[in-house]
């Protein structure tokens, strides 16, 4: 009986091409590198980490000046690209920009179309009042009473918060977040529920203002720094440049100059 003798060849030797490990994808913290621009997507309108300064047309705020470090550590300069809470992911994956800034939550939507920072601070949902009404509005079952008008800027965590816990209350929306405090301020509306540590910032600079409850806040939150989906590269380089900057006081510092 004959032996049927097979030879295998290595698939190497068939087909060189499978052999050969892809090579990697350019980076965005290449593209940084060699244009020498760091291009930030930015709302501009969430104190303390971003404002529109309208007299001067420059941005500023905690995560503008962290930017502009983050972009020196790479040997470029910031470059800031107007964008809004509801196109921010839009943005960033259509490649208007290499990264976002400026109190970014982190959440599981945004999570499934971007990659995220290790988180930069935690905060969550708090509200804010007048001062004379600060004893009203201590629960969700306190704000969420007919009469009482909550305001919201669209497109943000912050809507769709008020949205799902809000159902007897009337829901005043409000286009941006510049301004909105001042209508609370004003009697145009009673309450906001925003970031704790937006509240903070709320009541240090408006007299008439009082953040409720800031150390317990409604719910648990990180706020983080937004970047193209799959770059494990520049993901891992903006990871180490922020632990840097926590662990150095950089970080901590900036905040304290609008907090304290």
């Not at 104190?47 to 930017?67: C, H, Q, R, W």
């Not at 920072?117 to 708090?126: D, F």
């Not at 004379?132 to 009473?145: C, G, M, P, S, V």
Request: glycine letters at 6%; aromatic letters at 8%.
């Amino acid at each position: 009986m004959r032996k049927l003798i097979v030879c295998v060849t290595s698939l190497a030797v068939l087909s060189p091409a499978l052999a050969q490990t892809a090579a990697p994808s350019p980076s965005t913290l290449d593209r940084i590198v060699t244009s020498k621009t760091m291009r930030v997507c930015t709302t501009g309108d969430y104190k303390p980490f971003t404002s529109l300064n309208t007299a001067t047309g420059m941005y500023e705020g905690v995560d503008i000046k962290l930017a502009a470090s983050l972009a020196t550590s790479l040997g470029a300069k910031p470059e800031f690209v107007a964008s809004k809470w509801a196109t921010l992911l839009d943005d960033l994956n259509a490649g208007k920009c290499d990264i976002v800034m400026g109190g970014v939550s982190i959440n599981l939507t945004r999570q499934a179309r971007a990659f995220f920072s290790v988180p930069a601070l935690t905060a969550g949902k708090s509200a804010i009042a007048r001062c004379e009404d600060k004893a009203k509005f201590n629960t969700l079952a306190d704000i969420d009473r007919p009469g009482v008008r909550v305001i919201v800027n669209p497109g943000g965590t912050n809507e769709t918060f008020a949205k799902a816990n809000i159902k007897q209350a009337t829901i005043v929306p409000f286009p941006t977040n510049v301004g909105i405090f001042d209508e609370i301020a004003a009697g145009r509306a009673d309450v906001m529920m925003t970031d704790s540590i937006e509240t903070l910032l709320q009541q240090k600079v408006n007299p008439k203002l009082c953040a409720v409850n800031p150390d317990a806040p409604f719910t648990y939150a990180e706020l983080g720094y937004m970047l193209p989906r799959g770059d494990v590269v520049f993901k891992a380089y903006v990871d180490q440049w922020l632990h840097l900057a926590q662990k150095s006081g950089e970080f901590q510092a900036e905040l304290d100059q609008y907090l304290k």
